[in-house]
């Protein structure tokens, strides 16, 4: 018996979810449940994070998660609560499968079946943004080691157990050299781990183009958080409908599934929502808690009823449907088909023990990291980049300006007269032989700048780390 943790959510959400947990109890899903309240609720009786004290305990305790969707009220202030959920709790891999049902569900798309992998925990969505100057506001674009090695291992130990034959990983390392470089990186060193899985990797761009064109030509799908994002919800609405994929947060210790759409407020209450989504979701929680046998019941009889044609609205078509029903008459056709297996499309067969460990992280060996320059930014509301520099150059001290560049672009030395400039100016000082710079040396430049009457915003200090640069040269050094 696997204890876990319900929260039927808002607008659908108990539609959809007492429909989900009518099949698992018909189906002897060997769970039990402790309800939580989330949401819409408690975001207005004044928690801006929408979930309370007792809910965190339940979710903690359970370990597994059946969450139906919420609905988060407009305004500042509330804050999403789908991101709060997976990054306490490191739940760093968004795993959805994504395939059409041709031809009992439309699409354009008959041959589809991807799984796309998105890291969930990185990059801009770290949250960490400031306003810099009256014009600049920035957003930190976080990727790290340890977090590209769990997702990119997730995504090669998925595509083994579930028989997948590549991995493409999707970046955009031409213009990132260094975040998605490191993302790209890792997935190359991890790939050799996998001889017997193909792998390539997309410009994200041309990769999601493709995609949403040609989906039969991808098979699993690992990228980072925000292209993931995006990417998935192409992936999911090109296969039929929003309201049939479902989704699995996993992290270490917990694990969290729902549908990928929303609490639809504009249907809620009519009992015409489908369930499908969510349902699937918990058919992915069964194989992740061991129970294979309940799984494929349910799995193999809602494939049974999506082929006969018995559909709820949203996936309706006169002359491919055959009966179009509600919610809750969805539910009882899945539930009468229980322990029958799909004729024309093929049935699914899980095998026992599909858990896969991920190893833990382990710390390479220090790297020699030594300081070569800093990035000083200024915030000053001149626009003759000269003028700044003759300013600048007054603060050297061991270390010298050796460029000024606006948005990434160089501006001075020979910048170009048509480059826009805002009030952001990044200043980079270094020595001019280009050997190792004293750190003592930063302090002096930050108060020289001071006497100079100029506003630094923010420093950022250039390394190198084991004879490699680890920052960006100036768009046009
Ligand atoms: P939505 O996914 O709720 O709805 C988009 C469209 O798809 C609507 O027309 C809706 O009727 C339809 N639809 C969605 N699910 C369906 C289903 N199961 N069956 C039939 N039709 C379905 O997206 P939205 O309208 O942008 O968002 C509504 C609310 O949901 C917002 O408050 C948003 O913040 C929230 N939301 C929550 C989650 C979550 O909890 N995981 C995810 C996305 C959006």
Not at 34 to 44: N, S, T
Not at 212 to 233: C, K, R, T, W
Not at 245 to 250: P, Q, R, S
Not at 270 to 288: C, D, E, F, K, T
Request: net charge negative.
């Amino acid at each position: 018996m696997t204890r876990i943790t319900v929260a039927k959510g808002d607008g659908i959400g108990p539609e959809i979810m007492d429909a989900t947990l009518a099949i698992l109890k018909a189906a002897d899903a060997n769970i039990e449940w402790d309800e939580i309240q989330i949401g819409k609720q408690v975001y207005l009786s004044g928690n801006s994070s929408g979930i309370g004290g007792e809910a965190w305990e339940a979710i903690r305790r359970n370990k597994v998660f059946l969450k139906a969707p919420i609905t988060t009220p407009q305004g500042q202030g509330y804050k999403s609560l789908n991101v709060t959920i997976r990054k306490s709790l490191g739940l760093f891999a968004n795993v959805r499968p994504c395939n059409s049902f041709h031809p009992f569900i439309h699409t354009k798309h008959p041959e589809m079946d991807v799984v796309v992998i998105r890291e969930n925990e990185e990059d801009l969505y770290a949250g960490i943004e400031h306003q810099q100057t009256e014009e600049v506001v920035q957003c930190l674009k976080l990727i790290t080691r340890p977090g590209c090695e769990k997702i990119v291992r997730y995504a090669f130990e998925y595509a083994r157990i579930y028989n997948r034959s590549k991995v493409s990983c999707f970046v955009k390392d031409n213009i990132m050299k260094h975040t998605d470089g490191l993302f790209h990186k890792v997935f190359k060193e991890i790939a050799t781990e996998y001889p017997d899985i193909e792998s390539d990797s997309w410009i994200v761009d041309i990769g999601a183009a493709r995609l949403a064109d040609q989906p039969e030509i991808f098979d699993v799908i690992v990228l980072p958080n925000l292209y993931g994002d995006i990417v998935s919800d192409i992936t999911a609405q090109i296969s039929g409908s929003v309201g049939l994929a479902g989704t699995a947060n996993i992290g270490i210790e917990s694990a969290m599934f729902e549908a990928i759409h929303g609490s639809a407020p504009d249907i809620a209450g009519q009992n015409i929502a489908n369930p499908s989504g969510l349902l699937r979701a918990a058919v992915m929680m069964l194989n992740h808690i061991g129970q294979q046998e309940v799984a494929e019941k349910i799995n193999n009889a809602w494939l049974s009823v999506i082929e006969k044609g018995i559909h709820t609205k949203d996936i309706f078509r006169e002359g491919v449907s055959s009966k179009l029903v509600s919610t809750s008459e969805f539910a009882e056709a899945v539930i009468e088909h229980l322990g029958h297996k799909p004729e024309n499309i093929e049935a699914v067969i899980y095998s026992k023990g599909v858990q896969f460990e991920i190893p833990k992280y382990r710390r390479k060996p220090s790297a020699k990291k030594v300081l070569k320059g800093v990035d000083v930014f200024v915030d000053w509301k001149g626009d003759e980049a000269n003028m700044l520099a003759g300013r600048l150059q007054k603060l050297n001290n061991g270390i010298q300006l050796s460029m000024i560049t606006n948005r990434g672009v160089k501006v001075w030395p020979n910048g170009f007269d048509e480059t826009f400039c805002t009030d952001h100016w990044r200043c980079r000082f270094e020595k001019l032989d280009g050997g190792e710079v004293d750190k003592k040396s930063i302090p002096h430049i930050l108060s020289n700048a001071i006497e100079e009457g100029l506003d630094i915003i923010k420093t950022e200090n250039l390394y190198e780390f084991n004879g490699e640069r680890g920052y960006s040269l100036g768009q046009g050094q």
